[in-house]
């Protein structure tokens, strides 16, 4: 079946450094790919997606480019803050095939100021 | 405010207790969902309602009882409640099943305390 693997964390990184957290999928039919975010005590919220191959989707500075032929969705930003400390979700939607999100296991992201 | 709201927040209850937790969309989504989320940030889906038709249940204790009057809410409630069932519990919304283009909408979460 369809499934994301992320990259474990925590990942722990200076305030400006670049950020990349890797995220890979397997995916029968062609699904859209999803980037949450859930800051400390609150819901998940979307960060960005991307619902074909070489979109590129962005927001609040981060990005992921939906790659088909490495079957990845990488999420970077270029300098961190402060306050993107969160756990980041990778995510699929496989219309065909799903009834439901397929969500990877998180990565906690802690930024040191 | 157009959201996914659910009540309460937090909720603290001795073992043995049954409790309910209650969500409500204005969103026009036809789908709702309930997630636990544990102290790993694990999510793991446990039921889904489509338009008041339930689609998905995953394997969860029959203590663990969802009900949808309409689209726009989906209760939880749990009997005789254990330890283990402390965790997050979240809603979500959706216009699709499998969240489509646009991907689910969550609630802010319900943290269960048993004690």
């Known amino acids: 079946g369809n499934s994301v693997t992320q990259m474990e964390g925590p990942v722990t990184l200076s305030e400006e450094a670049f950020l990349t957290i890797n995220c890979t999928y397997t995916?029968?039919?062609?699904?859209?790919l999803f980037w949450y975010v859930q800051y400390p005590g609150e819901g998940l919220q979307l960060l960005l997606k991307?619902?074909?191959?070489?979109d590129k989707g962005s927001n609040k500075g981060f990005e992921a480019t939906y790659r088909k032929e490495t079957t990845s969705f990488h999420l970077e930003k270029g300098s961190v803050q402060v306050s993107d400390s969160a756990v980041y979700f990778c995510a699929l939607s496989d219309m065909n095939r799903d009834d439901k999100i397929i969500f990877g296991k998180g990565t906690r992201l802690h930024i040191l100021p | 405010d157009t959201a996914v709201s659910q009540t309460p927040k937090y909720l603290v209850t001795q073992m043995g207790n049954d409790k309910s937790i209650k969500c409500e969309q204005n969103?026009?989504?036809?789908?709702m969902y309930w997630y636990k989320q544990d102290s790993k940030k694990f999510l793991k889906i446990m039921f889904s309602?489509?338009?008041?038709?339930?689609?998905i249940n995953e394997t969860v204790p029959n203590r663990f009882s969802p009900k949808s009057p309409d689209k726009a809410h989906l209760n939880l409630h749990i009997n005789s409640l254990e330890l283990g069932d402390s965790a997050v519990y979240f809603c979500?919304?959706?216009?699709?099943?499998?969240?489509?283009?646009?991907?689910?909408?969550f609630g802010s979460g319900t943290r269960l305390t048993v004690v």
């Open positions: 309602y489509n338009n008041k038709e339930l689609i």
């Open positions: 991307a619902t074909k191959a070489d």
């Open positions: 969103l026009g989504h036809d789908t």
């Open positions: 979500a919304s959706s216009q699709y099943p499998d969240g489509g283009t646009d991907g689910y909408t």
């Open positions: 995916a029968t039919g062609y699904p859209s």
